[in-house]
């Protein structure tokens, strides 16, 4: 069965600091990945997929993710971070018709 | 172009009364999703609709969860008799559908937070 385990639940960073949230997956089939974010008092947004081709994604706000095989992860990263970055931030895998999510990272951004 | 909209978006209920939510999924989208995040947990998925049709329920915790998408547009959860541990958030998302598959990017709405008292 298809799961994600992202490995912090909250990572405090300070503004213009370089973030990196992880996320691991275990699957037996070729995986499709994403990356979802909730801001506070709003839906998820995607930020970035995986799909094939490039192991490095760039998604939105100056995110980028990689994904590697070898150690089924898919980590996010931002190299300088902004107060408005502070959400919750959801790492998922397609399974058949429905995503699988992790249980989320809470990205705390400090001035 | 409107996104996937949710009503209510805050509902407080007592143990054993019955609510209905409903999700407006953005236009033109055959895929229509149901989600439940509990008490700060994962997101778990609750089912699928494809236009009008159940493709998977699987993962609707029991009967007393009935969700219904008349004529393939909005779609209804309707819990009856609520239980306290239904308390969350329950989000809805819709993909267009066709040949992307599991490659389509879902879109979510809101969400509606749920309390049972």
């Known amino acids: 069965a298809q799961s994600v385990t992202q490995l912090d639940s909250q990572v405090p960073v300070f503004e213009e600091a370089p973030v990196e949230l992880r996320c691991n997956y275990s699957?037996?089939?070729?995986?499709?990945l994403f990356w979802y974010v909730q801001y506070p008092n709003q839906g998820l947004q995607l930020l970035l997929k995986?799909?094939?081709?490039?192991?490095l994604v760039k998604g939105i706000n100056g995110f980028e993710a990689e994904f590697n095989k070898s150690q089924t992860s898919f980590h996010l990263r931002k190299p300088s971070v902004h107060i408005s970055d502070t959400a919750e931030y959801f790492c998922?895998?397609?399974?058949?018709?429905?995503?699988?999510f992790g249980a989320g990272t809470i990205l705390r951004v400090k001035s | 172009e409107a996104g996937v909209t949710q009503f209510p978006s805050h509902s407080v209920i007592e143990k054993g009364q019955t609510v209905t939510l409903r999700c407006d999924p953005i236009?033109?989208?055959?895929?229509l999703y149901w989600y439940r995040r509990v008490m700060g947990k994962e997101i778990k998925f609750l089912l699928h609709?494809?236009?009008?049709?159940?493709?998977?329920e699987s993962g609707m915790p029991n009967n007393r969860f009935l969700a219904e998408r008349t004529g393939g547009t909005y779609s209804t959860l309707k819990v009856q008799p609520a239980e306290l541990e239904d308390s969350g958030v329950y989000f809805c998302?819709?993909?267009?559908?066709?040949?992307?598959?599991?490659?389509?990017?879902?879109?979510f709405g809101p969400g509606t937070r749920l309390l049972v008292l």
């Open positions: 998302a819709s993909s267009q559908g066709g040949r992307a598959g599991l490659q389509e990017t879902q879109y």
């Open positions: 699957s037996s089939v070729s995986v499709y």
């Open positions: 995986y799909l094939s081709g490039s192991t």
């Open positions: 998922a895998v397609s399974l058949l018709n429905k995503l699988v």
């Open positions: 236009s033109g989208h055959d895929n």
């Open positions: 609709f494809v236009k009008e049709s159940k493709q998977d």
